[in-house]
């Protein structure tokens, strides 16, 4: 399928907001989703809605087969060893939840240091920051570079081997920079680190190996990536699963359950506690599907392209600052930027009056905007259904929203 005939397949995008044809640019947050992965869904829910496992009746095994489908979708589309390695989560705060509460509960101690850096998104903080509290262990963060990049000389300097556990976003929800995570793994690991990586903002844009990246633990979300809300995946190391506990219990994760004492399920079972988010996996696999058959690399220059495009054109606007890298070749098709005197709420204000959906506020990256010296940015976030028009309505948008603050003021 070629790149530039995919946005017919997205329904929602076919409407007018406030008088205009929509231009959707907040990707970021939500992804819209195409025919395919809302047929898949329909199609569940009209043909074989059941629960998956335990029944052996026809809709059961339909079911079932679905929902373990998925699962092998995900393990081919991150290059995963086995399914074993793939959990299904509702999405990528409960994937790192989980390597927190079970992994870094059970393994570190006082003393020992967690490495994050200030772009991380609230979810790849505050987890971190509550093992800190409970084990002893030490937070520590990356510097980052002027433009908000991160030095590996830095790395260097700031992992020791007190280090047991370093995470780090692929790709920053707010600069849209893209992390060298596999240069922070062997940094890691030489120190006998694990490498935790959030990969919510780069699995629907770039092609995620986790074999070469060699991750120890790897989370994204399946509504980022043309996929259901409520669907997510957390990626764990055959070796590391095995030897963690699960945290939540009930039914689906058990093998025996006694009076007084119970056992687990087989990976990946025993982190499912409950009956699964079936629908949403079937969804996720739809959706699968669809990137592939269009390419993750397509998708990544196309963002690259619209990226660059939107940025040169952006730079001819008196009084905008953007952050993050100033060259796009090293940031995913994210744009966070500001108007000198105008707050980022009023520019997403009038840019929605225009049929155009930027996002607005601190994008849940309190010590990022603390970082940039800003209380919140305005963001414009690319996807494969956008184009150079919508880059253009976007620019022209932001022109109007500086004359009419001028007439204003």
């Known amino acids: 399928m070629n790149i530039k005939d995919v946005r017919p397949y997205f329904p929602i995008l076919n409407q007018e907001v406030n008088g205009h044809p929509l231009v959707y640019l907040d990707s970021a947050a939500t992804s819209q989703k195409p025919v395919q992965v809302i047929e898949a869904l329909e199609k569940y829910y009209r043909e074989y809605n059941s629960n998956v496992h335990r029944g052996v009746h026809t809709l059961g095994t339909r079911a079932t087969d679905g929902y373990e489908g998925a699962r092998e979708k995900v393990k081919n589309f991150i290059n995963a060893n086995s399914t074993e390695e793939i959990i299904f989560t509702r999405g990528t705060t409960t994937a790192l939840n989980t390597v927190a509460q079970s992994y870094a509960m059970a393994n570190l101690k006082e003393g020992d240091e967690i490495v994050i850096s200030p772009m991380e998104h609230h979810s790849n903080i505050i987890p971190w920051q509550q093992v800190a509290k409970r084990t002893g262990a030490v937070l520590k963060y990356l510097p980052l570079q002027a433009d908000g990049t991160i030095s590996l000389a830095d790395v260097e300097e700031t992992i020791t081997d007190s280090t047991k556990l370093v995470s780090v976003t692929y790709v920053s929800n707010v600069l849209g920079v893209i992390n060298p995570v596999k240069e922070i793994g062997a940094i890691a690991h030489k120190a006998g680190a694990v490498l935790v990586v959030d990969a919510a903002q780069a699995a629907?844009?770039?092609?995620?190996?986790?074999?070469?990246?060699?991750?120890?633990?790897?989370?994204?979300?399946?509504?980022?990536?043309?996929?259901?809300?409520?669907?997510?995946?957390?990626?764990?190391?055959?070796?590391?699963?095995?030897?963690?506990?699960?945290?939540?219990?009930?039914?689906?994760?058990?093998?025996?359950?006694?009076?007084?004492?119970?056992?687990?399920?087989?990976?990946?079972?025993?982190?499912?506690?409950?009956?699964?988010?079936?629908?949403?996996?079937?969804?996720?696999?739809?959706?699968?599907?669809?990137?592939?058959?269009?390419?993750?690399?397509?998708?990544?220059?196309?963002?690259?392209?619209?990226?660059?495009?939107?940025?040169?054109?952006?730079?001819?606007?008196?009084?905008?600052?953007?952050?993050?890298?100033?060259?796009?070749?090293?940031?995913?098709?994210?744009i966070t930027f500001n108007i000198e005197d105008v707050h980022p709420h009023d520019v997403a204000t009038v840019l929605d009056a225009e049929g155009i959906a930027v996002r607005a506020g601190h994008h849940c990256a309190q010590p990022l905007m603390k970082w940039l010296n800003v209380s919140a940015t305005a963001r414009a976030s690319f996807y494969l259904y956008n184009s150079e028009d919508d880059v253009d309505k976007f620019v022209d948008g932001i022109v109007k929203t500086k004359e009419y603050f001028s007439d204003v003021f």
């Open 204 to 334: 629907p844009h770039l092609k995620v190996d986790v074999q070469d990246i060699d991750c120890d633990f790897l989370g994204f979300s399946g509504h980022k990536m043309c996929g259901p809300t409520g669907i997510g995946v957390l990626y764990g190391k055959k070796q590391l699963l095995e030897n963690m506990e699960p945290i939540e219990f009930g039914g689906e994760m058990i093998d025996f359950v006694g009076l007084y004492e119970s056992t687990w399920k087989e990976l990946p079972w025993r982190f499912e506690a409950g009956t699964p988010i079936i629908a949403g996996a079937i969804g996720l696999g739809a959706a699968i599907d669809f990137l592939e058959e269009i390419g993750l690399d397509t998708i990544t220059e196309h963002e690259h392209k619209l990226a660059a495009y939107a940025m040169e054109k952006m730079s001819t606007v008196d009084g905008l600052t953007i952050y993050g890298p100033k060259s796009a070749e090293n940031r995913a098709g994210v």
